[in-house]
C-alpha cells in the first residue's frame, strides 16, 4: 500500500525512509499539479474559479461553513478510529521542524489539487458534457489518482468526490473546494501526529 498521509506510514512501521517518501510524495504533487492550473490562469473564466471567493453575501455561506465543520468532525472521527485501531502501536515521528515542512507541503499539496480536479478539469468536462457526466468522470479520476492506497480510501472518493464537485459547480469557484480537503486531511492527520510525538498517551482513544 503506498503512502499517502502520516497515518500511512505509521500502518506500515515505515520510519525515516517513510517520511522522506511522504514529503517526497508532497513536492511531486506541487509540481504535477501547479503546472496545469498555473498554465491555464490565461483564461480569465479558469482563473476567477481558482481565486475568486464565492458570494457570501447571498446567505450561501450556510453551505460552506456546514461542509467544513462537517469535515473536521470527519477528520476528528477518522483520527479517533485509527487510534482506535493502532492502540497498541509505537511509532516514532520526526522532530517538529520536520513536521512543520510536511503539513506546509501538505496543505500546498492539497489546494493544488483541488485546483486541478475541481477547477480545471471540472471545467473542461462541464464545458464538454452533462453536469453529471463530468462529476462522474471527474470522480473516476480522483479515484484513480488514489491508485495504491487501501480500499477504505479508495470507495470514500466516490461520495467525497461528488460533494467536492457540486460544491465547486455550485459557487462556480474550487476555493471551498481547496478548505474543506484541507480541513479534513489536516485535522486527520493533526490528531494523529499530536497523539505519537506525545506518546505514549495524551488523549483518551
Not at 472518493?157 to 460544491?167: E, F, K, Q, V
Request: with cysteine; aromatic share 14%.
Amino acid at each position: 500500500m503506498e503512502a499517502y498521509n502520516i497515518s500511512d506510514i505509521i500502518k506500515k512501521d515505515s520510519r525515516g525512509d517513510g517520511y522522506v517518501q511522504l514529503v517526497m510524495k508532497q513536492i511531486k504533487g506541487i509540481i504535477l499539479f501547479s503546472l496545469p492550473v498555473i498554465l491555464s490562469c490565461r483564461y480569465a473564466d479558469l482563473k476567477n474559479i481558482y481565486l475568486t471567493l464565492p458570494a457570501l453575501s447571498t446567505g450561501k455561506f450556510t453551505l460552506p461553513v456546514a461542509l467544513a465543520g462537517v469535515a473536521v468532525v470527519a477528520g476528528y472521527f477518522g483520527a479517533m478510529r485509527f487510534l482506535r485501531e493502532s492502540k497498541d502501536r509505537t511509532f516514532p515521528l520526526p522532530g517538529k521542524g520536520s513536521l512543520a515542512v510536511y503539513f506546509s507541503l501538505r496543505i500546498a499539496h492539497l489546494i493544488l489539487y483541488e485546483a486541478f480536479f475541481r477547477g480545471l478539469m471540472l471545467w473542461v468536462f462541464t464545458s464538454l458534457f452533462s453536469l453529471t457526466v463530468s462529476i462522474g468522470i471527474n470522480v473516476l479520476l480522483y479515484m484513480m489518482a488514489h491508485y495504491g492506497a487501501s480500499r477504505r480510501m479508495i470507495l470514500a472518493c466516490i461520495p467525497a468526490g461528488i460533494i467536492l464537485c457540486l460544491t465547486s459547480w455550485y459557487f462556480g469557484s474550487a476555493l471551498p473546494a481547496m478548505v474543506i480537503h484541507v480541513l479534513l486531511s489536516i485535522s486527520y492527520e493533526f490528531l494523529i501526529t499530536y497523539h505519537y510525538s506525545t506518546y505514549p498517551k495524551t488523549i483518551t482513544i
